[in-house]
């Protein structure tokens, strides 16, 4: 295997669990998301590849309120 497939198949793997962290993150302050409920949304980011990028571009909502945690 070329060292730079190797080097893109790292990068795109530290590239989706920065996108996990932020999407779960995304997902447990906001009060209500798009389309399916939270568990369903989490279930896709976690077993989905970009399953984090699906949920920012289609089930976040915008308008709904970030719940603050204490």
Same mark, same amino acid.
């Given at each position: 295997?070329?060292?730079?497939?190797?080097?893109?198949? %790292?990068?795109?793997?530290?590239?989706? #669990?920065? #996108?996990?962290?932020?999407?779960?993150?995304?997902?447990?302050?906001?009060?209500?998301?798009?389309?399916?409920?939270?568990?369903?949304?989490?279930?896709?980011?976690?077993?989905?590849?970009?399953?984090?990028?699906?949920?920012?571009?289609?089930?976040?909502?915008?308008?709904?309120?970030?719940?603050? %945690?204490?």
């Amino acid at each position: 295997m070329e060292i730079y497939v190797l080097l893109l198949i %790292v990068a795109l793997f530290i590239l989706n #669990l920065g #996108l996990i962290a932020w999407s779960v993150s995304d997902l447990l302050q906001r009060e209500k998301v798009k389309y399916l409920p939270k568990v369903a949304w989490l279930f896709i980011i976690a077993l989905i590849f970009f399953g984090g990028a699906l949920y920012l571009l289609v089930g976040r909502d915008k308008s709904s309120e970030v719940v603050e %945690v204490k």
